[in-house]
C-alpha cells in the first residue's frame, strides 16, 4: 500500500455524516491522485458540499477518515491549514473592503505565499484593485474569493461550486484561471452541478447522489459507460399520448427510450442509422414531428441513465 | 503528473517549522485584522453617527433646555414715583410706576408680585399675596430697598459671592452619563452586529479555514474598540468641555483607564450576546433586552439613587452604572484609581466573564 497511498493527495474512507434525520453523507470513499484536478459531480442535496467540509476540517464526520497531504485532522490541523487554499460556496466577503486590503488580509494569515499585488494579478483583478468588494460583479467577486485561495501558496486547491450563479462569459473566464492553477501542478478538488464544467476541467470525476458515490472515472469513460454516443430529442405535440414507445424501442442502434413531458429521449449509437429509421417509424404510426434534436452524449446523460433524474430540477 | 511533487515531500515540508520569514509589522494577522476593522467601523456612516454625532446632539439638546438661568427678577409696580425711585435701588426687581386702577388690575392677574403703595408721613404698605414665594420674596426686597433709600445703615456689613461654579450644573451630570452610555452602545451594538453579520455572510466559515489564529480575531475586535475609543470618548469630552466648560477634575490618566476597562467590559459583553445568534433580528432584540433596563437603571439621565433602595445593590452591579459612576467620580469630584477601585472591579467582572463565556459558546458557522 505504501507506494499508493505517496500518490493520494487526498483519501477518504468509509466517511459517514448525519444531520438530525438527514443522512448527508453515506459511508463514502474517495481518492484524489496528487496533481489531478478531481471533480465531485452531483444535484443540490447530493452531499457535495459536506463531504468537502469534512475534507477542508471545517465539519467534523461522524465516522470515516480522512487524510490530506499524508496528513490528518485530528494531530496536524495547523500545518494543513497552511497548505490549503479554500474557496466556500457563497462567502459573502467584507463589502466595505476594498479588493487590495481583502487579499492584505487573507495573506497575513499565511506564511508564505504571492504578495496581494501579485495575487491580484493571477486572478486578473488589477483594475479593481482599489475597489470596495460590495462594487464588484458576481464574476469578479468570484475571481477574488479564487485569489483569497492562492495566498498561501497552496498545495491542495478546494473549489465548491466555483461558477454557479455566473454568466457564460464569467464562468469561461474564471475556467481558464483554473486551467492556469492545474498546469502549476496543484491539486484540486472541485464540487459543481455543471457537467460542462466537470468535463471541461476535471481529469477524473465522482459522481454523488444522496451522500453516495455512484460512479466514478474519467469524463470519457463515465460518457461511455452509457453505450450510447448520442441523444434524440423530440416533440409529438399533441399526438404524444397515442405514440408507441415499445415500437421504438425496437429500432436497431437505440439503446434506451424515456418520455418525459410529451419530450422523448432516446440513447442511440449510431445516429446515421436511428434518425431516418426514427422518422419512418413515426410515419407509420401517423405522428406528426414538431421537433427534434440530436446532441452528443454528456455527464449529464450519464447523471440520467445512473439516477432517472435530471441533475438540476429547477 | 512527473512534475508534481509527490505527497511525502509535501508533507516534509509542511512538518518543516517555518519562520514566518521576515513577516513586518503591518503584515502581522492581528494588526491586519484590527486595521481592517477599524476601516469598516469608519466606512459605515449609521454608525459613525450613532457613535459620534448622536451623543453631541443629545448633550446640546439637554444642555440647552436644562442650562442654568440666571437668577430671577420679580416683577412689581409702585403708585408714586418716589417710591418707585427707592425700589429701582434693587437689581433683582423690575419696578413700574402705575395709577392704582392698572397696578390693582395687574396685581389680581398675577402679572406682578406686588404693589407697594404710599401711605401717611412716608410709610409704605405692600400688597402682595403671601401665599405665593414671589410676592414673600419681592416683599423682603422691596423693604430693604426702601429701608436703605430712607438712610437704614446694616450694623453688619454683609457682601455676596455667587457660587454659579461649573461642576454642579445638569449638564455636568449628563456628560460622563452620555459617555458611559456611548461607551455601551457603541460597544455592544459594534461588537454585535459585525460578528452576526459576518457569521451569516459565512465569513466566519471562510476566516475558520485559514490558518488565522482564532483568537486573533477576536482581540482584534477588543483593539480596533480601543482605537474608536480615543475618537468617540474624546470627541463628546471635548464637545462638553468647550460648549458647557464641563470639568475634568480627576487625573485624564485614571479617566482613560476607567474608558478603557468599560470598553472593554462592553465589548466582551456585545460578544457574549453576539456568540450564537444567527440573525440580525435575534441579536438586535437579544442586545436591546440587555441594554434597556441599564439605560433606564443605570443614571444617564437621573441619579441611580432614585431606585428604591432594595434594588440597589442590583443597579450598582450593572456594568453601566459602574462605568457611569466612576466617569463622575473621576470628572466631578477628581476621584483618583484607588478610590474608583469598587467600579473598576465590577467592570473587570463583567469583562472576565463575559469574554469567558463568548470564547465558550461562540459559534464559528
Not at chain 1, 248 to 257: H, T
Request: contains cysteine; glycine residues 8%; charged residues 20%.
Amino acid at each position: 500500500m505504501p507506494a499508493a497511498s505517496s500518490n493520494a493527495a487526498l483519501r477518504v474512507t468509509g466517511l459517514r455524516k448525519a444531520y438530525q434525520d438527514v443522512v448527508a453523507v453515506n459511508d463514502l470513499d474517495l481518492e484524489v491522485r496528487a496533481g489531478e484536478c478531481f471533480g465531485l459531480l452531483g444535484p443540490n442535496g447530493a452531499g457535495k458540499t459536506t463531504t468537502v467540509e469534512i475534507c477542508e476540517g471545517l465539519t467534523v464526520p461522524d465516522s470515516g477518515e480522512v487524510e490530506l497531504l499524508g496528513m490528518h485532522w485530528s494531530s496536524e490541523a495547523e500545518q494543513l491549514r497552511q497548505r490549503l487554499g479554500i474557496q466556500l460556496q457563497d462567502t459573502q466577503l467584507s463589502e466595505k473592503l476594498t479588493v487590495h486590503e481583502t487579499l492584505r488580509l487573507f495573506r497575513s494569515f499565511f506564511d508564505q505565499g504571492p504578495g496581494a499585488d501579485e495575487a491580484i494579478a493571477l486572478v486578473q483583478l488589477e483594475e479593481k484593485k482599489n475597489s470596495r468588494v460590495g462594487n464588484l460583479s458576481g464574476g469578479q467577486k468570484q475571481r477574488l474569493a479564487l485569489a483569497c485561495a492562492l495566498v498561501g501558496d497552496p498545495d491542495f486547491l478546494f473549489l465548491d461550486e466555483p461558477t454557479t450563479g455566473l454568466d457564460p462569459q464569467a464562468r469561461r473566464q474564471l475556467w481558464d484561471l483554473i486551467e492556469q492553477f492545474k498546469s502549476s501542478g496543484r491539486t484540486i478538488l472541485l464540487t459543481t452541478h455543471y457537467m460542462d464544467e466537470a468535463e471541461r476541467l476535471c481529469e477524473r470525476v465522482a459522481i454523488m447522489d444522496n451522500g453516495k458515490q455512484i460512479a466514478l472515472g474519467t469524463p470519457r469513460e463515465l460518457i461511455a459507460s452509457i453505450c450510447a454516443e448520442h441523444l434524440v430529442a423530440f416533440s409529438a405535440g399533441a399526438k404524444s399520448q397515442s405514440l408507441d414507445l415499445p415500437a421504438l424501442r425496437k429500432i436497431s442502434g437505440v439503446r434506451d427510450v424515456r418520455s418525459e413531458k410529451g419530450t422523448v429521449e432516446m440513447q442511440v449509437t449510431e445516429l446515421h442509422l436511428a434518425v431516418p429509421a426514427l422518422l419512418a417509424e413515426l410515419t407509420r404510426q401517423n405522428i406528426p414531428l414538431t421537433e427534434l434534436s440530436t446532441h452528443s452524449a454528456t455527464l449529464e446523460d450519464v447523471f440520467v441513465s445512473l439516477t432517472g433524474r435530471h441533475l438540476r430540477d429547477e | 503528473m512527473s512534475e508534481t511533487t509527490a505527497i511525502p515531500e509535501i508533507r516534509a515540508r509542511a512538518a518543516e517549522k517555518k519562520s514566518p520569514r521576515g513577516k513586518t509589522f503591518a503584515e502581522h494577522a492581528l494588526v491586519q485584522l484590527t486595521i481592517v476593522r477599524f476601516l469598516e467601523t469608519l466606512r459605515e456612516p449609521e454608525a459613525l453617527f450613532w457613535i459620534f454625532a448622536f451623543p453631541i446632539l443629545l448633550a446640546a439638546g439637554l444642555g440647552l433646555a436644562f442650562r442654568n438661568k440666571p437668577a430671577e427678577v420679580l416683577k412689581i409696580a409702585a403708585t408714586s414715583r418716589a417710591i418707585t425711585q427707592s425700589l429701582q435701588r434693587e437689581k433683582l426687581l423690575a419696578v413700574q410706576q402705575m395709577d392704582s386702577h392698572d397696578a390693582e388690575e395687574a396685581l389680581r392677574t398675577g402679572k406682578i408680585a406686588l404693589l407697594a403703595v404710599p401711605g401717611e408721613n412716608g410709610a409704605v404698605t405692600y400688597r402682595y399675596d403671601d401665599t405665593n414665594p414671589e410676592g414673600r420674596t419681592a416683599r423682603m426686597l422691596a423693604d430693604r430697598a426702601v429701608q436703605q433709600a430712607a438712610g437704614r445703615v446694616d450694623p453688619v456689613h454683609a457682601s455676596d459671592e455667587i457660587l454659579r461654579e461649573p461642576g454642579s450644573r445638569y449638564i455636568d451630570f449628563l456628560i460622563p452619563g452620555l459617555i458611559g452610555m456611548n461607551l455601551m452602545g457603541s460597544a455592544i451594538w459594534g461588537m454585535g452586529f459585525t460578528v452576526v453579520d459576518a457569521r451569516r455572510k459565512k465569513l466566519l466559515k471562510r476566516l475558520v479555514a485559514t490558518p488565522m489564529p482564532k483568537p486573533y480575531f477576536l482581540l482584534a475586535y477588543l483593539l480596533s474598540r480601543i482605537l474608536m475609543l480615543v475618537l468617540e470618548v474624546g470627541i463628546v469630552l471635548g464637545f462638553g468641555a468647550w460648549i458647557f466648560h464641563v470639568p475634568v477634575r480627576g487625573s485624564l490618566l485614571s479617566l482613560a483607564a476607567v474608558c478603557l476597562i468599560g470598553s472593554l467590559a462592553f465589548s466582551a459583553l456585545g460578544l457574549l450576546l453576539a456568540s450564537r445568534a444567527r440573525t440580525i433580528e435575534a441579536a438586535s432584540g437579544l442586545m436591546n433586552a440587555v441594554m434597556l433596563p441599564m439605560w433606564i437603571a443605570s443614571g444617564v439621565f437621573f441619579s441611580a439613587q432614585r431606585f428604591p433602595d432594595v434594588v440597589q445593590p442590583i443597579i450598582k452591579a450593572l456594568p453601566l452604572t459602574a462605568a457611569i459612576d466612576a466617569l463622575r467620580a473621576n470628572m466631578l469630584q477628581g476621584a483618583n484609581l484607588v478610590q474608583l477601585g469598587p467600579q473598576m472591579g465590577v467592570l473587570a467582572v463583567w469583562m472576565i466573564v463575559s469574554f469567558v463565556l463568548a470564547l465558550k459558546l461562540f459559534r464559528w458557522r
